[in-house]
């Protein structure tokens, strides 16, 4: 058997041309959805996905800035940037890349950032409204982007045993806390496991919904999935690869291949969640500029 394809490309257009005839009705109101992207040092991914959310921005006819700082930009400066946006009333939206160079405390930056310009959702403020089931609460993007994804793909999460692989803040966590959320895309019953779990294999096969967000390439194989199951990859990695003209190629964190013989349906990477991301960011953008206007 061979799964079925989750095809996170389609999907992501379709919202985010939703987005754009949002962006046009705030626009009619005399309000333009307005994003900041603030970027510190040249972390080469971190430059391919900020690109990416400016481009998408201006794509739906939102106002977008990027600031690029250098990489020893100090936290004070960075705090400075940070103060600057959320006075800026043409900022509705704002995100701080991750990771941060180490010499900066990246907690301390995000409880800078104004909840209500916060669409990351990393704000303590704004991960409590989301633990709390508040709808005001801003779902951080990658998750929020799984949770479209089985939705619109009729991915049944009611009573459904959810596994997530990774514990982070980013991914893991609020994956978590959207799944165990009553309502749409929720209700499930969710194990979170991670890099010191005790049998992870064996909790991986209980899920009817795995999602892998560990950052390890290829780490899930097909022996640690239940024939049927729905396999979610998160995962973006660079491996070696001397026969692509890059020096390097894209893999998620599941074995492909393999798993696809096993699973009901699969993401793929690229093509899958990482595409949605930039779609629910812009969606929170959106929800921001309602919100401050
Ligand atoms: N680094 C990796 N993913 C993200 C994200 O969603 N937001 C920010 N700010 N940094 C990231």
Redesign the pocket.
Known sequence: MSARVLDGGVLADAIRAEVADEAKALLARGVQPGLA?VIVGEDP??QV?VRSKGKACMEAGMHSETIRLPAETSEAELLAVVDRLNADPKIHGM?????LPTHIDADRVLLRIDPRKDV?G?HPVNVGRLVIGDPAAFK???PYGVQEMLIRNRIETKGANAVVVGRSN??GKPMANLLIQPGKGGDATVTVCHSKSRDLPGICRSADILVVAIGRPEFVTADMVRPGAVVIDVGINRVPDATNAKGYRIVGDVAYEPVAQVAGAITPVPGGVGRM?IAM?LKNTIQAARLQS
């Open positions: 992207v991914a971190s996905y995100l701080v890349q991750l990771p990351d990393f951080p993007a990658t980013i991914v991301t960011l």
